[in-house]
């Protein structure tokens, strides 16, 4: 794997994978973080996997930014932030709008922009140990890395909100029950998840399953008669596409459909 500043990342078999590798420091984003983070996800989209994997290593996904960084900033705190966001929130923006799907794996403690990098995951899965605790109210901040918005798309924007000014820390009980993960796993049985989760959508047609991220993104704002447009446009592609004959003809036959190898 390629390592930078508490950053890995390396594709192979079809599947990239990212992992934030800062455990000492509770996977923090720091400022020299952050620009490794932006080259690994250039990395991984720029060898078109068919799916990836977010994950981190150590007891806590990730604290969020790094605010020992932040005190040492001082009154040029607002210059840090431009100088992490204008370079990686284009970057979480081409990860999250990638056309292959991507998991993310949360093995502990959610807080702050780890919360926009654990929930921009098409599939999210968790651990039973894993909580989230928005904590930008608690110190005068606002949601970066997408936190707002990715928590308003899951748990609905008036809770978004609440869960955002309280900063209460809620469980992974309660984030499934409220929909902001998809699945809670034992802590020992999360790794083993993901990884066939990602490995069975490395699998499937690509092109199908862009298709239907580029028919969901841009729900519920698009009208109607857009969306049926849409559906027609991407329906007429993939009908010309190898993967669309060998899936029908593995259907009519009765029989597993042929490995995917076309993008």
């Known amino acids: 794997m390629h390592q930078s500043e508490g950053i890995a990342w390396d594709v192979a078999d079809d599947i990239g994978r990212i ?60 210059r840090l932030v431009d100088d992490i966001l204008d370079q990686l929130h284009p970057a979480l923006y081409r990860l999250a709008t990638a056309p292959m799907p991507v998991v993310t794996a949360l093995n502990g403690a959610v807080g702050g922009a780890g919360i926009g990098l654990a929930l921009c995951g098409d599939f999210v899965l968790a651990a039973e140990s894993m909580k989230l ?5 608690a110190i005068g901040l606002t949601p970066d890395l997408g936190a ?63 298709g239907i991220k580029a028919l969901c993104r841009g729900l519920p704002e698009r009208d109607l008669m857009s969306h049926l447009q849409l559906e027609h446009d991407i329906l007429r592609e993939r009908a010309r596409s190898d993967d669309a004959h060998e899936g029908v003809r593995a259907f009519m036959e009765k029989r597993p459909a042929r490995p995917f190898t076309g993008r």
């Not at 932006?38 to 060898?47: E, K, N, S, W």
């Not at 981190?56 to 900033?73: P, S, T, Y």
């Not at 605790?133 to 109210?137: I, V």
């Not at 748990?155 to 978004?160: E, F, M, Y």
């Open 148 to 210: 707002s918005y990715f928590l308003a798309r899951r748990i609905g924007p008036l809770r978004a909100q609440q869960w955002l000014m309280l900063s209460e820390t809620v469980d992974a009980k309660h984030c499934l029950a409220a929909g902001a993960v998809d699945a809670v796993h034992a802590d020992a049985e999360l790794a083993g998840a993901a990884e066939a989760l990602v490995r069975r959508l490395a699998q499937g047609a690509s092109g199908s399953l862009a």
């Open 19 to 78: 992992v934030l590798n800062r455990p000492e420091r509770a996977n923090s984003i720091s400022l020299a973080a952050s620009q490794a983070l932006v080259q690994a996800i250039d990395g991984v989209l720029a060898r078109q996997p068919r799916a990836i994997l977010l994950s981190a290593q150590g007891r806590i996904f990730c604290a969020g930014g790094d605010i020992g960084e932040f005190a040492a900033a001082g009154t040029g705190l607002a």
């Open 133 to 137: 605790r928005t904590g930008y109210a």
